[in-house]
């Protein structure tokens, strides 16, 4: 029953130094996805080539939108959201892609996985800082989604270590953090603290099988 841990990187933190924290997580981290909505199509392509060349596996790496970063560097994940190319149009044109969808709601959900998505991530699920004045959405419809869709579903926003086995007992595939790991003092015990959660609620679920 393994679960997953994904880390997004913030757009604040310099490619250099996003690197050489994920250097320093990887090995509690599934997947590092780089959303830089602000930078250049140069600075994107130097900056995942040298989160690569640090030695990150570029299985590990999802780009957010890019798909020609993606491309142009052989990575075979890619995140999109409501105002990117259409998944069916990616899908035909790279059917290898791995294409995963932010949704927010069942309807998109099952519209996604309808149209060809890979994935779904769907949030935000707890109070978070980035979204202060948007109420979170909650645990009952992410459980709604993970149930009814086929494909992978994913949780994000407000996500904790002390609140990592409610979200996963939505049957999730895993979820993603930002400011949980990135914005804090210890970003490394952070991310342990996450994994040792994970692992946790996996030892359970599977002594309970």
Not at 147 to 153: F, K, N
Request: aromatic share 6%.
């Amino acid at each position: 029953m393994k679960r997953e841990l994904h880390v997004i990187s913030n757009g604040k933190l310099s490619f250099a130094e996003f690197a050489d924290l994920a250097i320093r997580i990887q090995s509690a981290v599934d997947f590092f996805h780089i959303r830089e909505r602000e930078k250049t199509s140069r600075e994107l392509f130097e900056g995942v080539k040298l989160l690569l060349d640090k030695g990150i596996p570029v299985e590990k790496v999802v780009v957010n939108d890019r798909v020609d970063i993606a491309l142009l560097l052989g990575i075979s994940r890619v995140q999109i959201g409501y105002t990117s190319v259409d998944v069916r149009v990616l899908k035909n044109a790279f059917p290898h892609l791995h294409v995963g969808c932010s949704v927010h709601s069942l309807s998109e959900a099952l519209q996604a996985e309808q149209n060809g998505a890979d994935s779904v991530l769907y949030g935000h699920l707890f109070q978070t800082h980035s979204k202060e004045n948007m109420p979170p959405r909650g645990l009952d419809e992410i459980t709604n989604i993970a149930q009814r869709l086929t494909i992978p579903t994913y949780g994000i926003g407000g996500i904790t270590p002390e609140n990592v086995a409610y979200v996963l007992n939505t049957g999730v595939k895993g979820f993603a953090v930002m400011s949980g790991i990135i914005g804090v003092i210890d970003p490394v015990e952070q991310a342990s603290a996450y994994r040792q959660m994970i692992r946790k609620w996996e030892k359970q679920i599977d002594e309970n099988i």
